[in-house]
């Protein structure tokens, strides 16, 4: 049966620690100046009334993605299950779907020379049953995944539950990955 994947991201509980894309990092190997995951940080509101708001950016695995439609190689690919894929040996590091992704998650690792972006950690952790890196270190649990035909997962709960944002969804590349706004708002 093919899963249906999806990565919850809550900018409530996040605290903008950086752990997930320092576990990245350190699990994907990923070189200095680059990233597959970040946590951008904004400010709200004029001294002194201010809050921080938490943005997390990376691949959100399209299911239309315009990244695999204009790889000339096909080393862009899609897998049974949804999830969006780099072939390295046959990327030819035209940079077309660089241009292509609509939420500028793809990148040349320099140490390579191939294109790469967050792939959920699949080779190495959720084909074996684990959750992605980031989604294992977070201190405040502000990522879940899972598989969404499994009722009873967290990432289903909490699916059902939530108003759930899914990013530049009116380019109907239908992203596996989907944010609970940010709902603390300024003190007036
Ligand atoms: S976010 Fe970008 S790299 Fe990821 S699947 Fe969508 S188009 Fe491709
Ligand atoms: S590890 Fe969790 S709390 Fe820290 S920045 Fe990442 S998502 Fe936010």
Not at 67 to 74: I, K
Not at 149 to 164: A, C, F, G
Request: charged residues 20%; aromatic residues 8%.
């Amino acid at each position: 049966m093919q899963k249906q994947y999806r990565l919850l991201y809550d900018e409530n509980l996040c605290i903008g620690c950086q752990a997930c894309s320092v576990a990245c990092r350190m699990e994907n190997s990923v070189p200095d100046n680059v990233y597959r995951v970040q946590v951008h940080m904004k400010t709200l509101g004029v001294f002194p009334n201010l809050g921080m708001q938490y943005e997390r950016h990376s691949c959100v695995m399209c299911e239309n993605p315009p990244c695999v439609s204009v790889c000339p190689t096909n080393a862009s690919f899609q897998s049974k299950d949804g999830l969006v894929h780099i072939d390295e040996k046959s990327c030819i590091s035209c940079k077309y779907c660089i241009l292509a992704c609509p939420y500028h998650a793809r990148f040349i690792n320099p140490l390579k020379n191939v294109v790469e972006k967050c792939t959920f950690c699949y080779e190495t952790r959720v084909s074996k049953e684990l959750l992605p890196a980031c989604v294992s270190t977070c201190p405040t649990d502000a990522l879940s995944f899972g598989d969404m035909r499994q009722k009873e997962s967290l990432v289903h709960q909490k699916s059902q539950k939530e108003v759930l944002v899914f990013p530049k969804a009116h380019l109907g590349t239908k992203p596996k990955v989907a944010f609970i706004p940010n709902r603390k708002g300024i003190k007036s």
